[in-house]
């Protein structure tokens, strides 16, 4: 009992967060350029065409991946609703492809030079990589490996609200923006990665 109590909380929190972030971009559109990172960016680069598509792709379609993700693991969903876990999961690796592909690009154009740079483009590049293996498993019909690499697939995808936890965390501990900003690039998607790991294997999922 108090197991399963436990595990709708976790499930309550994760839909929360990932509905929350995924709607965060919103406050980007209605509030222009004067919140949130671009406040870090160089008025050359917020006028840039190319940054702005990227940056806009990335977090417009990052939050239709976070929104259309989080119920792709409703084991309730696949079994009454085939057709609509289906058509989310469309909509969830045409908003990667858009998304990773922009990622990796504005990460060239991080705040805190290379080593932000590097954790960002990895991270992009992780979330494509899982994302195109997870999509190629299921029209080969191996669900094992479907669902194994969506959970690395989200838990890339899910960097996006670990950030916003641990950046504040980061900046308050180290007193500085920019430090936070360096260890963030990397910590916001690496333990992801390795509690999906994790998970995987609790599952007995069976990868490659």
Known sequence: MAGSTTNKIAWFVFAFLAIGVGLYP???ILGGKEMGLLLSKSQELLSDTFWNIGFYGHIIFGGIALLSGWSQFSKKLRAKRLDLHRNLGK??????????????????????GWVTSLGFILLGLVWLYTTIA???AIKKKDLQLHQGMMIY???????????????????????????????????????????????????GLILG
């Open 153 to 203: 697939s989200y838990a890339a995808c899910f960097a996006a609200v670990t950030l916003r936890l641990w950046l504040p965390l980061l900046t308050f501990a180290f007193g500085e923006f920019l430090i936070a900003y360096k260890i963030v690039a990397w910590l916001c998607w690496v333990p992801n990665l390795i509690f999906a790991h994790l998970w995987v294997r609790r599952k």
């Open 91 to 112: 909509i969830y690796v045409t908003s990667v492809l858009i998304s990773g592909v922009c990622a990796v690009y504005i990460g060239l154009y991080a705040t805190g």
């Open 26 to 28: 919103l406050g980007y």
């Open 134 to 136: 997870a999509y190629r």
